[in-house]
T-cell receptor, first 113, second 117 residues
Framework: AQSVSQHNHHVILSEAASLELGCNYSYGGTVNLFWYVQYPGQHLQLLLKYFSGDPLVKGIKGFEAEFIKSKFSFNLRKPSVQWSDTAEYFCAVIPDSNYQLIWGAGTKLIIKP | DVKVTQSSRYLVKRTGEKVFLECVQDMDHENMFWYRQDPGLGLRLIYFSYDVKMKEKGDIPEGYSVSREKKERFSLILESASTNQTSMYLC????????????????FGPGTRLTVL
């Protein structure tokens, strides 16, 4: 079955630290990839997405993600985190032939001021 | 801005009660979804609808039903609530179509945290 794996369920960092959240998926064909974020008390919202082209995708609030097809990965990065980045981050994948998003379990990120 | 609203932010019900969760979107989206969100499990699709009166089962439809009588409104029904249905329920919507870069961005409501006692 197709699946999405997020390696860390909880990450705690200090402000200004660099961030990398891992995401791996199991589907072998063409995929579309997403990172969503849920800030405390707010709606889930799209952070960035990859459909085709440059595998390095830039999103909102200084986040970026790199699609590495050979590794089935789509890791999320930010060079210097802020306290306001405290949130839960979800990776999601949709195989090109499917209608259904497949979600990772989420990573809770806590930034210490 | 797309707006997806859900009828309640918090709901407490008793075992065996019939529960209605309502979702309304104002962007004329064809596709609407109901998920439940549980810690460590991410989002799991319960049902989705791609048109009025149309519905498709997701991964965990057991114990739930849905209704879509109008394009903007998608209701989730728990016929007889049980304690294992205590969860956060999220509604989402997208534009029509199953391919293309715009389809897959889902717009979410604020969620309903349901507790079944």
């Amino acid at each position: 079955a197709q699946s999405v794996s997020q390696h860390n369920h909880h990450v705690i960092l200090s402000e200004a630290a660099s961030l990398e959240l891992g995401c791996n998926y199991s589907y072998g064909g063409t995929v579309n990839l997403f990172w969503y974020v849920q800030y405390p008390g707010q709606h889930l919202q799209l952070l960035l997405k990859y459909f085709s082209g440059d595998p390095l995708v830039k999103g909102i609030k200084g986040f970026e993600a790199e699609f590495i097809k050979s590794k089935f990965s789509f890791n999320l990065r930010k060079p210097s985190v802020q306290w306001s980045d405290t949130a839960e981050y979800f990776c999601a994948v949709i195989p090109d032939s499917n209608y259904q998003l497949i979600w990772g379990a989420g990573t809770k990120l806590i930034i210490k001021p | 801005d797309v707006k997806v609203t859900q009828s309640s932010r918090y709901l407490v019900k008793r075992t065996g009660e019939k529960v209605f969760l309502e979702c309304v979107q104002d962007m004329d989206h064809e596709n609407m979804f109901w998920y439940r969100q549980d810690p460590g499990l991410g989002l799991r699709l319960i049902y989705f609808s791609y048109d009025v009166k149309m519905k498709e089962k997701g991964d965990i439809p057991e114990g739930y039903s849905v209704s879509r009588e109008k394009k903007e409104r998608f209701s989730l029904i728990l016929e007889s609530a049980s304690t294992n249905q205590t969860s956060m329920y999220l509604c989402a919507s997208t534009i029509k179509g199953f391919s293309g870069p715009n389809y897959h961005e889902q717009f979410f409501g604020p969620g309903t945290r349901l507790t079944v006692l």
